[in-house]
């Protein structure tokens, strides 16, 4: 079947994520056939006709570019995107996360959890703090914090599964159907697993948000994010509030993105496959004391990623028995590996947590989150994984 013969919506929805990202936009240049989407760089377009706005006037308001990818990722969500839902890229995916938290007036109550993303903290307490909405931030693994939280009738909740650093995970279609008897909506921060790897709209989620930033760019030389909007009434709400203040990303940025996503599907999964056995090879190891990673067995969420993911992802932390004189050791010996923040590109690297990406919690929080001085965190990158294991192996040695 040829790309124009494909005519059935159905068909196409019935896509996987992957083709859908290696398909987007392919073939369908109108003016020179061209296989790969051009990218429009333009900030304006014509008006052709007199008093006839164009679809596209200003770059503010959006691009051909832009619209390509959010359509792609939109679809890869599966999002009804002939039914009018749609997805916003925007400049960041902190920018992607304020753009939702416009559905909140200043009386309503916006839940987040306790241990969400620090950049996502300092958003929600900087604007909370101005009065622009209320926040509560909650442990959503505990039915009881849940039932009290939900008591008090939130407007938006924010659901990070799995979470940052330790991969606990949170029941999605538990807290939408809370949300559901009393009116709330529900967004999820999608980043560390991507449409390849979880679905929350099918588990009834009203916003998918990514950092594109990370596996959805997947190279480490691009900073986004975008908005998937489940109906074309949250879509053109989010359009509206990207065009007036500009949360949008750059044309040329959509376009590098739009390249990265197109090679997600094997790239995560083969990423998944190395840190599967990394984690298994760190867990048989004297030098660890313990392993942060869903597809264990002994992780007390196993069965629930067996049913709300198709995989355990490619992140994982583990703790190192030496404590944090071990990790300065530990990070001085290791090879290949990069000490770096940031998370889902190609490249492998390492991450304490504890003075890099959660530092700005100070010690008493991140005890209260659990996270040691000998945590350490690591994105399983792209490199043959013989070569990982026998640097982490070396390492470890060395501590
Ligand atoms: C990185 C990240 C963000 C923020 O994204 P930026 O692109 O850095 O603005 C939000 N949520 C999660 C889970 C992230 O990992």
Not at 32 to 52: H, I, K
Not at 126 to 153: C, E, N, P, V
């Amino acid at each position: 079947m040829t790309e124009k013969d494909r005519k059935n919506r159905k068909d196409r929805e019935a896509l996987t994520p992957a083709t859908k990202a290696a398909r987007a936009g392919i073939a369908q240049d109108p003016v020179f056939g061209a296989v790969m989407p051009p990218l429009y760089q333009s900030t304006n377009y014509e008006f052709r006709q007199y008093g006839v706005v164009p679809r596209y006037d200003y770059a503010r308001g959006g691009n051909p570019t832009n619209t390509l990818v959010a359509e792609a990722i939109a679809a890869m969500e599966g999002a009804d995107v002939a039914g009018g839902a749609g997805a916003i890229m925007t400049a960041s995916g902190m920018a992607a996360l304020d753009l939702v938290f416009n559905v909140l007036d200043k009386d309503d109550l916006l839940l987040a959890p306790h241990d969400c993303y620090g950049g996502t903290y300092r958003l929600i307490r900087a604007k909370r703090d101005k009065g622009h909405y209320k926040a509560d931030f909650i442990d959503q693994t505990s039915k009881s914090a849940l039932d009290a939280a939900f008591a008090k009738k939130p407007k938006l909740v924010l659901v990070e599964t799995p979470s940052n650093p330790l991969m606990r995970l949170t029941d999605i279609a538990d807290i939408v159907a809370r949300a559901k008897a009393c009116g709330a909506l529900v967004v999820v921060d999608n980043t560390f697993m991507s449409p390849i790897l979880q679905s929350p709209i099918a588990l009834g989620a009203d916003f998918v948000v990514h950092s594109t930033t990370k596996y959805m760019n997947g190279h480490s030389d691009v900073v986004g994010g975008c908005v998937v909007s489940t109906t074309a009434e949250l879509q053109e709400h989010m359009r509206w509030w990207c065009n007036c203040i500009g949360y949008n990303a750059a044309a040329h940025e959509s376009h590098m993105l739009l390249r990265g996503v197109r090679t997600l599907g094997v790239r995560i999964m083969h990423q998944q496959k190395s840190a599967q056995k990394i984690a298994a090879f760190l867990q048989g190891h004297d030098a660890v004391s313990h392993v942060y990673y869903p597809g264990l067995e002994t992780h007390p969420d196993y069965a629930l990623m067996q049913r709300q993911q198709k995989g355990p992802g490619a992140m994982l932390s583990f703790e190192l028995a030496g404590g944090e004189q071990a990790v300065e050791a530990f990070v001085k010996a290791l090879d290949i590996f990069t000490l770096a923040e940031s998370l889902g590109g190609f490249e492998s690297l390492v991450c304490h947590p504890a003075t890099m990406t959660h530092r700005a919690m100070g010690p008493e929080a991140l005890a209260e989150a659990g996270v040691s001085r000998g945590l350490l965190r690591i994105s399983a990158g792209l490199e043959d994984v013989d070569d990982l294991l026998q640097a982490l192996g070396i390492a470890l040695d060395a501590v």
